[in-house]
């Protein structure tokens, strides 16, 4: 199983990102989908996440702001970021808990995309 993200970049402070994470391989389900982010010399932190029927949940400091959103046909999940800032800037991670046939669900995370908001 592997986990492809992108759509990071370089983008002025109020503007906006959409980064996008698709999973691949042998995937029976994939249950929660969400985001995360690392800033330098921080933690990993949650950014949202969303479940696999559609019900979303995001950090307080993301809402309003951030729209997670998930096509389970495609095994995607997009995290649509609009009116950023430059505490936005970090590395963003998408994680899975996927359920292949014969194992236990388990955690897989993408490479990381990453967003850089400066003027």
């Known amino acids: 199983v592997q986990l492809q993200a992108s759509g990071g970049g370089l983008v002025q402070p109020g503007g906006s990102l959409r980064l996008s994470c698709a999973a691949s391989?042998?995937?029976?389900?994939?249950?929660?989908m969400g985001w995360y982010r690392q800033a330098p010399g921080k933690q990993r932190e949650v950014v949202a996440v969303?479940?696999?029927?559609?019900?979303?949940n995001y950090a307080n400091s993301m809402k309003g702001r951030f729209t997670i959103s998930r096509v389970n046909a495609k095994n995607t999940v997009y995290l649509q970021m609009n009116s950023l800032k430059p505490e936005d800037t970090a590395v963003y991670y998408c994680?899975?808990?996927?359920?292949?046939?014969?194992?236990?669900?388990?955690?897989?995370w993408g490479q990381g995309t990453k967003v850089t908001v400066s003027s």
């Open positions: 994680n899975a808990k996927i359920l292949q046939i014969g194992w236990a669900p388990a955690d897989y």
């Open positions: 391989g042998s995937i029976f389900r994939i249950n929660d």
């Open positions: 969303i479940t696999s029927d559609g019900s979303a």
